[in-house]
T-cell receptor
Framework: DQQVKQNSPSLSVQEGRISILNCDYTNSMFDYFLWYKKYPAEGPTFLISISSIKDKNEDGRFTVFLNKSAKHLSLHIVPSQPGDSAVYFCAAKTGANNLFFGTGTRLTVIP | EAEVAQSPRYKITEKSQAVAFWCDPISGHATLYWYRQILGQGPELLVQFQDESVVDDSQLPKDRFSAERLKGVDSTLKIQPAELGDSAMYLC????????????FGSGTQLSVL
């Protein structure tokens, strides 16, 4: 049973425009959410996170929004740059339990 | 910046052979994780260590997989015998504590079983 879902396997965006990556979850006990970025042949690298007590967290060009009632979070990248092209994984956890990852969305930023 | 070290980067083996992967977490990180990522899917936890103790191995196929972290530092994941379906990226990650949300991942070992 996939507790974290990323329904868009791929997304293409023009350089300079906004990229919006979406993630849905089913477990209402999740209290922390993270986004990881993965380049080919490398391990995932942490990008940004948000606690369930917040609805928005911003770090430079990256903003994560959390809608607990809809069990939905999104990652906004503004402006998008070619170097942002990677696979983005949404992940969620409860307390000290392990991370549950989504299946990833491949973002391509077109110069 | 400190990194999680993994070796080898790539491993090709024939089915029924034994394979082993090694991981050295970031110094001072008490919690170590082994994840498996099948192509097109997200990473899935195989085993979680707190120091030298296993705290979660519920998804580890124990008939063929084993993991150890004898001194609470580096760790080895073994598969014996390897099966075709084991072909995947094996990722090691570490965090300062189990409650620390931020996991640091190594570059992984890409296993191909022929």
């Amino acid at each position: 049973d996939q507790q974290v879902k990323q329904n868009s396997p791929s997304l293409s965006v023009q350089e300079g425009r906004i990229s919006i990556l979406n993630c849905d979850y089913t477990n209402s006990m999740f209290d922390y959410f993270l986004w990881y970025k993965k380049y080919p042949a490398e391990g995932p690298t942490f990008l940004i996170s948000i606690s369930s007590i917040k609805d928005k967290n911003e770090d430079g060009r990256f903003t994560v929004f959390l809608n607990k009632s809809a069990k939905h979070l999104s990652l906004h990248i503004v402006p998008s740059q070619p170097g942002d092209s990677a696979v983005y994984f949404c992940a969620a956890k409860t307390g000290a339990n392990n991370l549950f990852f989504g299946t990833g969305t491949r973002l391509t930023v077109i110069p | 910046e400190a990194e999680v070290a993994q070796s080898p980067r790539y491993k090709i083996t024939e089915k029924s052979q034994a394979v082993a992967f090694w991981c050295d977490p970031i110094s001072g990180h008490a919690t170590l994780y082994w994840y498996r990522q099948i192509l097109g899917q997200g990473p899935e936890l195989l085993v979680q260590f707190q120091d030298e103790s296993v705290v979660d191995d519920s998804q580890l196929p124990k008939d063929r997989f084993s993991a150890e972290r004898l001194k609470g530092v580096d760790s080895t994941l073994k598969i014996q015998p390897a099966e075709l379906g084991d072909s995947a990226m094996y990722l090691c990650a570490s965090s300062r504590t189990a409650n620390n949300e931020k996991l640091f991942f190594g570059s992984g070992t890409q296993l191909s079983v022929l």
